[in-house]
Nanobody
Framework: QPQLVESGGGLVQAGDSLKIACLASEHTFSGYAMGWFRQAPGKEREFVAAISWSGGNTYYGDSVKGRFTISRDNAKTTVYLQMNSLIPEDTAVYYC???????????????WGQGTQVTVSS
């Protein structure tokens, strides 16, 4: 059963850093590009970051460029999102996604996680 499980969300203050993780089953991870999306209350889902299967290529949404870094550890079937200089506008549920193709995972996915809440207080 394909599975993506996010962890590491929480409540932080503006300016803080937070690292969230997504543990994937082997079936969901091997050969897949991985991505992170987020959705704030009353807003549409927003692309945050994506990384290729090899880890050699990454994409970022404009609102997080220079502050967030996506990475993956294929041996641990885990993808990470390091978030620095957090601002209240980063408050959202963050979802992990897996798709065949790096370009495709920037707008859709074959598999989704359940999400982890990140709240940034001012």
């Amino acid at each position: 059963q394909p599975q993506l499980v996010e962890s590491g969300g929480g409540l932080v203050q503006a300016g803080d850093s937070l690292k969230i993780a997504c543990l994937a089953s082997e079936h969901t991870f091997s050969g897949y590009a991985m991505g992170w999306f987020r959705q704030a209350p009353g807003k549409e889902r927003e692309f945050v970051a994506a990384i290729s299967w090899s880890g050699g290529n990454t994409y970022y949404g404009d609102s997080v460029k220079g502050r967030f870094t996506i990475s993956r550890d294929n041996a641990k079937t885990t993808v990470y999102l390091q978030m620095n200089s957090l601002i209240p506008e980063d408050t959202a549920v963050y979802y992990c996604a897996a798709a065949v193709g790096l370009g495709r995972v920037t707008y859709e996915a074959d598999y989704w996680g359940q999400g982890t809440q990140v709240t940034v207080s001012s």
